[in-house]
């Protein structure tokens, strides 16, 4: 990607003032860390000023924003400053990749599909209450369909021929205690985005800066920082998940800050290898001989140079981290707080023989949505990285 | 830097790895408080005693009053010589009820390990000899199937169909059928799937581009020009360059997959293995058991790593033992 600026050029770039640390920053950062200081302000209100059963906002919706919404937030802010300005902005680019991507057609589908999953998961959640306990409309079967009519305690729909039939009011059926599942198929989006997309960007956050500086700084601080990630990739995250959760009690908060924060050794590797590459060419050599800083050498050339590779990495550990949560609070060790979709599969499991789409309706919207992720991610890599044949 | 210099400097390295594990271990469990302790505590309480005195009475039997480096030197000393302590839950000594459930493990992951090393490999050699075929496009997508299904969803789902349904396997693990036979083969038969399922598409894929770079290399070429066969071409000539690349994969990620993965087959099917002992002492509160537990998944990791590279080096004698 090129600079956001056109009217920096070689000649115009101050080099003495590049070893500062504000003059690295281009016009979208310091949009960025406007926002940020923004959203940090309003945290800071939030948390010390209004009591925590005070709802943060009462207009237009009533809306108590936890600390997971909060670093959504963030993550949002991230994805519109550093995704979608630099598409908007570089247009001629983003039309070359966007040809690239057209054809794979499975994955065009796949980015709509995953699209819709994202704006209902967001959205839905405001709209939609709660799902609540209900249980005189339990185990009602999806639209379209037909149960024998012992299983639900009370079917809502027609009965035909002792037949229960669904209905438009439950178009995916309810579960055991009379949940909509429909409802907490939209809710467990909300919470396989949040898991998805936080995680990653704390893993791509803390994995480019750790590769870069190790690569463009070598000597000790490479030996350091490499051997520590050596450290960390022995340790694996599932099993310190598992102790942790175990001794503290498990919480959506802690399944993203520890995976985030201990899943970045590969990405770290990845991304110094990529910049090890990169320094050798002649556009880092002429920065160095023109007297720029370290810090704007990395933030204007090293990064952007390997952000394809990074992209394509992310899109690829997105749905590693969705899978992950749901498996653990399939086995109940996740946030029992959270609807999300390990758990709905989780409760339907004892009552597979009369109610099948408990448990297999929420687990075709996590297998496709792993699925869609893979397929982008494999396209974005054939758009984005010609050199790797995978 | 000789070879013999680096396996040696990597081993010890693992042995770095292992006490650094093993001091975080031990610096979470003795910075929080014990479950087992708050429900004596609770317990106390709620009867009209003391919880402090249930506490410190806690405490001195477990010798928690002695100063810290005491404990820690106790605590590595128990973890060397394999004492790993007494787990409350089922009343026998850590190590015992480890030793009960690894031939669970075992009796399905040895078959799961064969399987998807020698299907994946075929399949993926096979899709790189014929690339852009029907059947090259069939296995891509089956590897993305098997990569995106979640595990304990098709388990589920299978059990259902197949257990269920039709009636064809059982749907409650029996463990005391003898462990080499056919009824424990037939239970078998559904995890070992699952499990395969979701293990085979690393191979496959890795196998695959991994040997797309040789298919056309000119010693194949050679070989071809010769009058060699195409299977002695593809295991004499393709798969010998290709090995060494795939040995990274087919240890480390396959374990990390299936240690994982072995933990959500345990609990859908109810194999008393190594997974669900672990699941069954969180559930309990069972504080040794489950540190024993995961440590042994855990080394399984670090032993599982250092394999990995030893294999590279000696496979391929052109590394450079220098950067790592």
Redesign the interface.
Known sequence: MSADEPAETFESVDWDETGSRFSTLSRRDRGAIASLALVAAAFGYDYHLLSADRPTLTWPIRWNVTQLDWLFIVTLLALLFYVAVPLYSNRRLTAHYWAEFRKNSLAVVSLVYLAAVFLVGVVGPIFLSKPQLALAQSHQPPVYTAVNAAVPVNCLGDVASGMCHGTWAHPLGTTSDGKDVLVLVVYGMQVSMKVGLISTLLVVTIGTTVGTVAAYAGGLVDEVLMRYV??Q????A??LY???????GGSLFMFIVIFGLTGWGSMARLVRSEALQRSEEAYITAADSAGAGTLYVIRRHLVPNVSNSVITAATLLI?GFI??E??LS??S?GDPTVPSW?QV?AAG?SD??TA?WV??LP?LF??TT??AF??VGDALRDALDPRQ?? | MSMRWYVVRRVL??VV?TY??LS??WG??AL?PN?AAEQLQFRAAASGGSAEAAREAFEARRGLDRPLWDRYSDYMVNMVTLNWGWSDSRSQPVMEAIAGAIPYTAVYSVPTTILSVLLGLSIGLYSATHQYTRTDYAATFFA??G???????FA??L??VFS?QLGWFPVVFDPDVPLVGFAMAHQLVLPVVVLVTGTIAGVM?YSR?EA?EYVQAEFVKTAKAKGAGEFRILTRHVLRPAAVPLMTILIGDIL?IF??AS??VE?VFGIPGLGQL??NA?LA?D?AL??GT?LI??FV??IG?LIQDIAYTILDPRIDYGDR
């Open positions: 050596d450290v990739l022995v340790f694996p599932f099993f598992l102790l942790l959760n175990y001794l503290f749905p899978l992950f749901a498996a399939f086995l060790l390990g599969i499991r597979l023989g099948w448990s297999t687990g996590l297998f792993i699925l893979n397929f044949e995978t | 390295w693992a790895a650094l594990i975080v271990t979470l469990l929080t479950p993305f199937f990569y995106a299904i979640p595990n304990f969803w589920i789902v059990l259902l269920v894929r581009a797309l990390g240690l994982a933990y959500l609990v672990s699941y969180i509160q504080t489950v540190l995961t998944f855990t990791a670090v790593n």
